[in-house]
């Protein structure tokens, strides 16, 4: 299972985090790969605008009383993208390659055991983060990493 | 019989007072101190204090038993960990109920210090404290 | 459902949440107020207003911990969300369970009666004859309600009714619902 990048959206709709690993020979002296890059907003953008259109589609088609339709994942020719949302309003995305199917247990446990317990409860990082700031914790970048990174 | 009970703060300030009557043996509860009695039951206990400051060094336990006696009437202290001193002016000597009732009153002490707006050394004006106080009366002298 | 709520939140109590003395978080939040009382020198509105605020501040973080230790997913209708806010929610953080009652005939306003408030062990309000009146010591309650809600698309508004601390016979809370949040769309789209 290769991860190839990991997203954050929160509920104003701004990219607040995105982790990109690259290919690396010796994944165990190294991991290397681009955090909170420049020039991947305009990437975050598209990204968002797709799973953010879909979301919607899947509320739309398909909702019932009992249960609401969420977006899960979706696949391109050389990655699949794999949608969380919390009630809250959080959205984290991962884009791994094609053979992994389901991540859906793997977003749920980087939302609450990392997330939560690192930038929520941190009283000095902010609950609303300002349109262009980033998630900047080591602390989180690097349990992200130990999570998701190649291991 | 009648009992004065007194709480004295750390800066030897009364924070609580009572008279108490007897209901053993058919008495009915209502303090019979004659009148010159009551102005000099206050002067007794402080004068007491002072003993009370010597003695408490002595004894390993909060309750000090009879600690003075003035013509007939004894003293009896106990000491809080924080240096509050519970006073009671008595005629008859009964050392174990004497002890259980200043031990209850302890409790009483202590809810009352865990009231956030209770600073120590502040009088106690609660009226469920004082009820709680007769009550405890009743039951143990 | 209702056992199966009651059964799931009992295990997140049991096992899932860290648990801290319940004299010490009782104290503490006695000195808050104590201390926000002499700073305010008595202003007991303005001491209700820094409660509620500091309330809501609470609320907008607790509200993501509630998410992930119990992994709920949208309420269905506010009916739901008043099951859930008072058996799970409260029973998660207070290990209380308030009672739902006195909904309106339009569904959006309900009543959550409190029997015991961990906040206010061992609390006598001061003797002044406005204390009794004008403060409500648990304010911080009604803050973390609006809060949290707010963060899931729900806006409310709390408020106390009754409370024990001061002479009634039972601590009440009122919410009432708003309206509900839009979801916001990005920026430079309809």
Redesign the interface.
């Known amino acids: 299972m290769t991860i190839f990048s990991f997203w954050i959206f929160d509920r104003h709709c701004n990219c607040i985090y995105s982790r990109e690993w690259t290919q690396v020979l010796n994944p165990a002296t190294e991991s290397s790969g681009t955090i909170n890059a420049k020039a991947n907003e305009d990437n975050a953008k598209l990204l968002f605008g797709v799973l953010f259109s879909l979301r919607n589609i899947a509320r739309k088609v398909g909702d019932t009383p009992e249960q609401e339709n969420t977006l899960n994942s979706f696949a391109t020719a050389k990655y699949r993208a794999h949608f969380y949302e919390s009630p809250s309003g959080l959205r984290l995305c991962i884009l791994s390659d094609l053979e992994t199917q389901n991540l859906q247990t793997q977003l749920r446990d980087v939302y609450s055991n990392i997330y939560v317990e690192h930038i929520v409860k941190n009283p000095l990082s902010p609950v609303d983060f300002k349109p262009g700031s980033k998630i900047t914790n080591q602390r989180f970048i690097r349990l992200v990493d130990r999570y998701l990174g190649p291991q | 019989m009648s009992y004065y009970l007194a709480l004295i703060g750390t800066t030897d300030n009364p924070i609580y007072e009572a008279e108490m009557g007897t209901y053993r043996q058919g008495g009915d509860g209502v303090p019979k101190f004659s009148a010159e009695m009551k102005e000099l039951n206050p002067f007794i206990v402080h004068a007491a204090i002072d003993i009370v400051e010597d003695v408490q060094w002595r004894s390993n336990s909060l309750y000090l038993k009879a600690v003075d006696e003035f013509y007939g009437y004894y003293i009896s202290a106990f000491v809080t960990p924080g240096n509050i001193k519970f006073l009671l002016l008595h005629e008859t000597k009964n050392d174990e109920s004497i002890r259980q009732f200043f031990n209850d009153v302890n409790d009483l002490y202590v809810k009352t210090v865990l009231n956030p707006f209770y600073n120590v050394n502040d009088p106690i004006t609660s009226a469920v404290f004082d009820l709680k106080v007769k009550q405890l009366g009743k039951k143990y002298l | 459902m209702n056992k199966g709520i009651k059964a799931s939140s009992d295990d997140i109590w049991k096992n899932r949440v860290d648990k801290v003395n319940a004299?010490l978080f009782?104290?503490t939040?006695?000195?808050v107020?104590?201390q926000l009382?002499r700073d305010f020198k008595n202003d007991y509105q303005k001491v209700n207003q820094q409660l509620e605020k500091m309330g809501y501040?609470i609320g907008?973080?607790l509200?993501?911990?509630f998410?992930?230790?119990t992994?709920?997913?949208?309420c269905?209708s506010f009916k739901d969300t008043a099951e859930v806010v008072s058996k799970v929610g409260f029973k998660v953080f207070l290990n209380v369970t308030p009672q739902v009652t006195n909904w309106t005939s339009d569904g959006k306003t309900f009543s959550l009666i409190l029997d015991e408030n961990p906040l206010a062990?061992?609390?006598?309000?001061?003797?002044d004859e406005r204390a009794k009146k004008e403060l409500w010591y648990s304010n911080v309650l009604t803050g973390v309600l609006k809060g949290a809600l707010e963060?899931?698309?729900l806006e409310v508004d709390v408020n106390f009714v009754s409370d024990v601390l001061r002479g009634d016979d039972r601590t009440e809370l009122r919410l009432q619902l708003i309206r509900f949040l839009k979801?916001?769309?990005?920026?430079g789209e309809d």
Do not use: H
Request: aromatic residues 6%; proline residues 5%.
């Open positions: 004299e009782t104290l939040y006695g000195s107020v104590a009382v501040n907008i973080r509200v993501e911990d998410l992930a230790k992994g709920t997913g949208r269905q062990e061992f609390v006598e309000l001061p003797d963060m899931v698309q979801d916001e769309m990005p920026a």
